[in-house]
C-alpha cells in the first residue's frame, strides 16, 4: 500500500500536478493566526508581527496581546527594539539595516528570506504603507513567480490584508530590514 502511494505521488509530481513546494506551503501556512489574531492599537504593528510568529510557533495563546499592550501606540519603535530578545523560547534578530538606496544589498535580503522559508520559519517585513508611514508583514512562503506572500493584521480591520509582491515593494523602498527568529 505505502509503495503503491509514493508511485502515485512520484507520478503527480511528474506531471506538475503536485510540486513539493505546495505541500510545504500547505504544512507551513500562517494563515489561521493571521485569521485569530488583532492588531490592537493603529502603531502597533511591530509587537503585533511578534505576537504573530509566537502564536504561529504554538508559544502563546490566541488571546494574548501583552507585547502590544505594552507599545501601545509607540511611534518611534524599531525592529531593534526586540533585536537579540528571546520571549518564550524564540529569539529574534533584526537584519539588513542597511541605508536605503540603489546599493541595498537586494540579492543578500532575497536568500536569506528563500532560505528562513526553506527551513520551515517566516520573516516578518517592514513596508511602506503610505507618506512615511510603514507596516509590518509576515512573509510566510514563495509564490509561483518567485516573489513572497506576506499577510498581516491591521488597526481596526476585520479580515488579514495579503500581497504578494514583495520583492516590487522593497525594490521601490531601495530596501528595507527584517526579522528573523530561532527556536531555542
Not at 58 to 87: A, E, P, V
Not at 160 to 169: A, E, T
Request: proline share 2%.
Amino acid at each position: 500500500m505505502t509503495t503503491l502511494f509514493f508511485r502515485s505521488l512520484r507520478i503527480w509530481v511528474a506531471f506538475g500536478l503536485i510540486t513539493f513546494s505546495s505541500i510545504a506551503q500547505q504544512r507551513h501556512s500562517i494563515l489561521e493566526t493571521v485569521n485569530k489574531h488583532q492588531q490592537i492599537y493603529p502603531s502597533s504593528c511591530i509587537p503585533s508581527s511578534i505576537e504573530m510568529i509566537l502564536k504561529y510557533n504554538r508559544k502563546l495563546s490566541d488571546n494574548y496581546f501583552g507585547l502590544q499592550n505594552s507599545w501601545r501606540n509607540k511611534n518611534d519603535g524599531t525592529f531593534g527594539n526586540f533585536n537579540g530578545k528571546t520571549i518564550n523560547g524564540i529569539k529574534f534578530k533584526q537584519q539588513f539595516q542597511n541605508q536605503r538606496n540603489a546599493n541595498f544589498p537586494f540579492n543578500a535580503l532575497y536568500k536569506t528570506i528563500s532560505d528562513e522559508l526553506a527551513s520551515g520559519r517566516k520573516v516578518i517585513i517592514s513596508l511602506v504603507s503610505g507618506q512615511n508611514l510603514w507596516h509590518m508583514w509576515v512573509i510566510d512562503s514563495k509564490s509561483e513567480s518567485g516573489d513572497f506572500i506576506a499577510y498581516s493584521r491591521d488597526f481596526n480591520n476585520a479580515y488579514p490584508m495579503v500581497i504578494s509582491d514583495v520583492k516590487k515593494r522593497v525594490q521601490a523602498m531601495q530596501g528595507t530590514d527584517i526579522i528573523t527568529y530561532r527556536l531555542l
